[in-house]
């Protein structure tokens, strides 16, 4: 019978909060890196471990990373255990380094009884309690933690990515390796694989390593929704740890509901905004921003989902090869035969595929209510633009018309000063009103001598300017043209 006395309490206790504390990448700095990033020589490196795959594994990055480990100040990686025999399971939370040795020095049985299942261990490292690096956590788990799990089979090549700068995007990529003995039996099976669940939630691994009696986990960042679920089962039904894939499994169908989350909330964004159709019901500026913001977010959830279905399918592939070398006659491994894992990956699989396809529906949605907006911008701007000129037609016609009144007004003037000019000329001695009435000089005919000619005059310089006027303004447009 498993025990799991505490278990309950202790996941209602811890298991929501990285839920809850989960930050926003974009609010957190985590391209911080350790300033020291150069990696030691070959030249450098002390005694370098045997390795099946030397051809995959970097060395360096793995000195350089276990050195950073032992220099980190932020809070240590937690590792909890489920750990046993056959039915005899139980949990071990927080455990520490020295625990974490005898755990991962237990030898399996050689020669287990007929029917028995072996023996079984999942190490699920929690790194999310750190902020520091794109993982959260790149750097927490200590140097002696390392030690053990290493000893139980950890995966270089999953640390190397982890102390990869750049592995949030440079993702490790999907590992199968199959080991055999002298006489070409099965002597391990084992593959790697990084995913990521849901929006904001940090970057996880899974890591398995079978031998004939043995299945072991090693699960970085596992979703705490389905450490519950996992938790529950086991509880109940303990010959479930053995159901082939069942780890794999339960993480990727939590990580699908996430999506599902993800592509929920933002289908309401779109559909508010495809709500509105009246400019005038509009906020142009603050629309395009989000319609941007969730336009970047489709291509993302796109990229998500497709990663997701890829690792589905290479999940498919590897449990399709890993039952046909466990049921090959040369090596006769024990296996979960009460049901297909492979039926469950397929569902996985096609349900993903369904996010994807809805994902790439909402992005094009998006992008139409993204050029809808353009247009309906433009055609705003438009009819502005019309009102413009409106306005500045009639105001042209209102200068027009003033102009006109000027210049009928400066014509009626130039009429009448010479006319003035001869009143004032007429109140001078030339003539003189006395008592005896009338008296005209002699000299009389000097008045209309100047009038005269000085109305022609002015009335010619008027008329020559306006044709100065109009000979320039001609010109001009003549240029204009040829230009």
Not at 62 to 84: N, Q, T, Y
Not at 228 to 246: G, M, V
Not at 284 to 312: P, Y
Not at 414 to 437: E, N, Q
Request: hydrophobic content about 40%; proline content about 4%.
């Amino acid at each position: 019978m498993a025990d799991f006395q505490g278990a309950e309490a202790f996941w209602n206790r811890v298991s929501l909060e990285p839920m809850a504390k989960y930050p926003q990448h974009n609010k957190k700095n985590w391209k911080l890196w350790p300033k020291n990033s150069k990696v030691p020589s070959y030249s450098a490196l002390p005694d370098m471990e045997f390795s099946t795959r030397p051809e995959l594994e970097d060395p360096q990055i793995m000195h350089w990373g276990i050195k950073e480990s032992a220099e980190e100040k932020e809070p240590p990686a937690r590792v909890d255990v489920l750990w046993g025999k056959g039915a005899d399971l139980q949990w071990r939370f927080r455990v520490s380094d020295e625990d974490l040795v005898v755990i991962a020095s237990e030898e399996p049985p050689s020669h287990p009884l007929s029917g028995d299942k072996g023996s079984f261990r999942a190490f699920f490292i929690h790194t999310l309690d750190s902020d520091y690096g794109w993982l959260r956590g790149n750097f927490s788990i200590r140097p002696a933690t390392l030690k053990a799990l290493r000893k139980a089979g950890l995966s270089t090549s999953v640390l190397a990515s982890i102390y990869s700068s750049e592995g949030f995007w440079a993702k490790l990529e999907n590992q199968n390796f199959v080991q055999y003995d002298t006489d070409k039996r099965l002597k391990s099976f084992e593959f790697a694989y990084r995913y990521i669940c849901g929006w904001d939630r940090g970057v996880s691994y899974i890591h398995f390593l079978r031998t004939e009696h043995t299945r072991t986990y090693f699960c970085i960042n596992y979703p705490s929704r389905a450490r519950e679920k996992i938790t529950a089962y086991l509880k109940r039904y303990p010959e479930f740890a053995y159901r082939d894939f069942f780890l794999d499994a339960v993480a990727a169908d939590d990580c699908l509901k996430e999506w599902h989350l993800n592509i929920g909330e933002r289908r309401e964004s779109v559909l508010h905004h495809e709500r509105k159709y009246e400019d005038e019901a509009i906020d142009f500026n603050t629309a395009t921003r989000q319609l941007h913001s969730l336009a970047r977010d489709w291509h993302t959830l796109e990229q998500g989902c497709s990663i997701l279905q890829t690792q589905l399918g290479f999940l498919r592939q590897v449990y399709e090869k890993y039952i046909s070398l466990c049921c090959d006659s040369k090596n006769a491994w024990s296996v979960d035969v009460t049901s297909t894992m492979g039926e469950s990956l397929d569902a996985l699989r096609s349900r993903c595929d369904n996010y994807t396809k809805w994902t790439m529906v909402y992005r094009d949605r998006t992008t139409l209510r993204i050029n809808l907006l353009f247009h309906l911008a433009s055609q705003r701007e438009a009819r502005t633009s019309t009102s413009i000129a409106a306005s500045n037609k009639t105001i042209a016609e209102q200068t027009r018309r003033d102009s006109a009144s000027m210049i009928t007004i400066a014509a009626v003037t130039m009429l009448f000063l010479p006319g003035t000019f001869v009143s004032a000329i007429l109140s001078t001695t030339f003539f003189d009103y006395g008592k005896d009435g009338l008296s005209v000089s002699g000299q009389w005919w000097i008045l209309p001598a100047v009038t005269l000619p000085l109305m022609i005059l002015v009335f010619g310089v008027w008329w020559m300017w306006q044709w100065w006027r109009f000979v320039g303004w001609k010109r001009g447009r003549v240029e204009g043209k040829a230009v």
